[in-house]
């Protein structure tokens, strides 16, 4: 493949790796708002996946919803507690222009509060169940899981080769690049670089850039000069 060959190949699939990114962040926010009301409206929170109605599954999709997580809603009062323990989490204290917990301490304790399911910690050495001040429970936002199959990973590849994912894929390319929006903007201005890049590319294969003592010559053609 010649240069100038991989330099096309390489602005198609740039141009074409930015566009789907774009149509697959909108499907993935469409496809959890969907789960999101279908559970909602009928319980529904797994679906599963073909490629065609009267295909066999290759994947599934469902909604995960995270339990509740503590998290340290006031600083101050969760260090003034840790504090309050003396010389036992004296290591676990960073005092720099405030008093402030360790990380890894932090952590330790929201995970065993998060295990527990209420802002209290309960104490390994005395067994004493101490209300934790400056954490609360808080509520994590569901997402969506998707799970293909390894007959899956094989099947879609195989379909698109075979073309038999027109109905399933959108019309990439026309769409992001003929519409008006910021996205589609800024894609247009990557193609027209790439394309100077592609006359750059030329300029040197037509120089020679096997020889890099014919790279004056390429600057010269490339500006406009001599051909």
């Keep these: 493949?010649?240069?100038?060959?991989?330099?096309?190949?390489?602005?198609?699939?740039?141009?074409?790796?930015?566009?789907?990114?774009?149509?697959?962040?909108?499907?993935?926010?469409?496809?959890?708002?969907?789960?999101?009301?279908?559970?909602?409206?009928?319980?529904?929170?797994?679906?599963?996946?073909?490629?065609?109605?009267?295909?066999?599954?290759?994947?599934?999709?469902?909604?995960?919803?995270?339990?509740?997580?503590?998290?340290?809603?006031?600083?101050?009062?969760?260090?003034a507690w840790v504090v309050s323990f003396g010389d036992r989490f004296k290591s676990e204290i960073e005092r720099k222009f405030v008093?402030?917990?360790?990380?890894?301490?932090?952590?330790?304790?929201?995970?065993?509060?998060?295990?527990?399911?209420?802002?209290?910690?309960?104490?390994?050495?005395?067994?004493?169940?101490?209300?934790?001040?400056g954490v609360a429970m808080s509520g994590r936002a569901a997402y969506t899981r998707m799970t293909i199959t390894d007959v899956g990973k094989a099947a879609i590849p195989q379909a698109w080769r075979e073309g038999r994912l027109a109905s399933v894929l959108p019309d990439i390319a026309p769409a992001a690049i003929e519409s008006g929006d910021g996205e589609a903007e800024q894609l247009r201005a990557k193609v027209a670089d790439l394309e100077k890049r592609l006359e750059w590319l030329n300029a040197l294969e037509a120089a020679g850039v096997d020889n890099w003592g014919g790279i004056e010559v390429?600057?010269?053609?490339?500006?406009g000069g001599a051909e």
């Design 1 to 79: 493949m010649s240069l100038k060959d991989t330099a096309r190949t390489v602005a198609a699939l740039d141009t074409l790796h930015k566009a789907i990114g774009d149509h697959l962040k909108a499907g993935k926010h469409e496809l959890e708002a969907g789960l999101k009301a279908a559970k909602a409206e009928t319980g529904t929170q797994k679906i599963s996946i073909s490629l065609d109605d009267n295909g066999p599954d290759i994947g599934s999709v469902s909604l995960v919803q995270p339990k509740a997580a503590a998290a340290v809603t006031d600083p101050e009062a969760f260090a």
């Design 99 to 133: 008093t402030s917990v360790r990380p890894v301490f932090q952590k330790m304790i929201l995970d065993q509060v998060t295990a527990a399911g209420v802002a209290e910690w309960a104490d390994p050495e005395t067994g004493v169940i101490h209300e934790v001040p």
């Design 218 to 223: 390429a600057i010269e053609m490339y500006n």
